[in-house]
T-cell receptor, first 113, second 116 residues
């Protein structure tokens, strides 16, 4: 089954404790992206990657890191999480020529206390 | 960078009525405009998209119109049903030849409620 998976689905952590949210897709998509969703603000892009070893900042990259060492994986790293990073995070992937047609993962609900 | 504004933030209709959601964008270079539907507790899913050289596109009860001159586009849902209840997001995508290709800018979302 073609899909995008994220882990963990739910995470409660404390300020400053480094964490990684994994994202994997099995559709051989070149493009992958991370978003955060907050009430009233819609989906805001954090980082995106057009292909392996190529990453670019989205609209809200501060406080986040990403890497793209393999085509199928695109982990999101919060090196020192803060409460304002409490949010619902989505990973997405697509073909590089159709980045408007993105397939989203199930989401990760992160709470930073 | 691109800015997408979406209205209304909430929309309540009776089953069978039509619903219209409007979005404006700021970057005249944007050339693809997708719409995503997110049911409660689920992931966003693409429902329709329109390219900048097309004025209107239909898919059964859903249609999208684009006014490139005015930089606005709209989602029209006819004969609404309770299962249309969801959050709808519009978005704008830059052209593949631009430096910002890969960025996708979303609107703030519209919560649509269809009452039986």
């Amino acid at each position: 089954e073609a899909q995008v998976t994220q882990n963990p689905r739910y995470l409660i952590t404390v300020t400053g404790k480094k964490l990684t949210v994994t994202c994997s897709q099995n559709m051989n998509h070149e493009y992958m992206s991370w978003y955060r969703q907050d009430p009233g603000l819609g989906l805001r892009q954090i980082y995106y990657s057009m292909n392996v070893e190529v990453t670019d900042k989205g609209d809200v990259p501060e406080g986040y890191k990403v890497s793209r060492k393999e085509k199928r994986n695109f982990p999101l790293i919060l090196e020192s999480p803060s409460p304002n990073q409490t949010s619902l995070y989505f990973c997405a992937s697509s073909w590089s020529g159709r980045t408007y047609e993105q397939y989203f993962g199930p989401g990760t609900r992160l709470t930073v206390t | 960078g691109e800015n997408v504004e979406q209205h209304p933030s909430t929309l309540s209709v009776q089953e069978g009525d039509s619903a219209v959601i409007k979005c404006t964008y700021s970057d005249s270079a944007s050339n693809y405009f997708p719409w995503y539907k997110q049911e409660l507790g689920k992931r966003p899913q693409l429902i329709i998209d329109i390219r900048s050289n097309v004025g209107e596109k239909k898919d059964q009860r859903i249609a999208v119109t684009l006014n490139k001159t005015a930089k606005h586009f709209s989602l029209h849902i006819t004969e609404t049903q309770p299962e249309d209840s969801a959050v709808y997001f519009c978005a704008a995508s830059p052209p593949s030849w631009g430096t910002s290709y890969g960025k996708l800018t979303f609107g703030q979302g519209t919560i649509l409620t269809v009452h039986p």
